[in-house]
């Protein structure tokens, strides 16, 4: 009888990030009895390591993937010489595989999904002292640069000997938000940081979104559905990290070498909900196109029905939507369709024929095309990757 390889996890929390990393692991594994895991979440606990320890001597435990990177657990881990692959994408490449979130395509994305609300105004609530936070900072910036503007980094992670200072880190996004005059488009770290930048709002009298439209990462559904504002957020694919980091795992397992890369994993779409549900447009006239392509972008309608909805010369409609969103009424309407394709193809099972007539696409044949286009893979290959269980049927 084959023996099973056994694998450690060792991470805490219970957000959606943490479920679908499970499932992307479990995913790789395919069912096979190939794999066996143990879970240690009591990571800050001196004496999870110790239980690791013992696990690789009496055991026999192969391998080790952790989404917890702290200065102490990363040396504690070194000594352990065991394959390891690590998912913060805090530190360089120091003997561990790693695989994480692609966090500057993070800020990209989020930075294009407040372009398209016509915001011109931009800030990050972060900290600059972590790697990640640093690069969707970076992403943020790359994107909304192609406008002539930079976005202000809201500094976040403020310490003192006690520990952070809630009260100075509110105080200096108070101060700067109190500020603005102009509508204001604001990326946070997480999901948490961006419900904790709303409260600082609510503080001061702003309203969110029409004052401050707030974008978080991670979709913890948790946070982001329960807030008196539901939050909009960037989904990132934990299930897509988990597969990659049992890949990855796998080889170096079977002797292959670490590799020195990281894997970045792209982000899937920003999830829109009320906290950025805003639309400024130059005049009202584009303003009513914009409106009209987001509530029959799901109908069978082309640019000739935005004209007949919003009368004015073809030339001029083409001319006002490439200087706010950078592309043509045409571009954008498919964009919506492919943006509400994403969302049926993870939260539902209907079959592609169906998810194609939903999202406005004359048939299955072009659906594929332009999503593929678009996504830069097949509907089936988008779902099977990103969608959960319950939805993974092709």
Known sequence: MRSSTRICIMMAGSSNFYRDLLDGIMRYCGGSGRWEFMIEREIFNPQAIERIRLAIRHWRLAGLITSVWTPPLRRAVAKLHVPTVELSGAYGNEGFARVHADDE???????????????RSFAYWGTPKHVPSVRRFEGLRQEVSRLGVEPTFICRGIRTHHGRNVFAEHAVAT?????????????????????????????????????????GIGNDEAICTVSRVPISSVETSGSQIGYEAM?????????????????????????????????????????????????????????????????????????????????TPEQHLFHERVERAKGLLLETNLNLADVAARSGFANASIFAAIFKRAAGMTPRQYRLRHARPSTASP
């Open 105 to 119: 395509a993070i800020g990209r994305l989020a930075g294009r999904h407040l372009i398209e609300r016509g915001l």
């Open 175 to 215: 101060e700067f938000l109190a500020k603005q005059s102009a509508p204001l488009g604001v990326l946070c770290f997480n999901d948490y940081w961006a419900w904790d930048l709303m409260a600082v709002c609510d503080q001061i009298g702003l309203n969110v979104p029409q004052n401050v439209a707030v974008v």
């Open 247 to 327: 890949r990855i795992l796998g080889q170096m397992i079977r002797g292959q070498a670490t590799p020195a890369k990281a894997v970045l994993v792209s982000p899937l779409r920003v999830l829109g909900r009320r906290s950025s549900d805003i639309l400024l447009a130059p005049d009202n006239d584009i303003s009513r196109a914009l409106h009209f392509v987001r509530e029959h972008a799901g109908e069978p309608i082309g640019v000739r029905d935005i004209l007949a909805e919003v009368p004015m010369a073809r030339r001029r409609l083409e001319r006002r939507f490439r200087e706010l969103l950078g592309r």
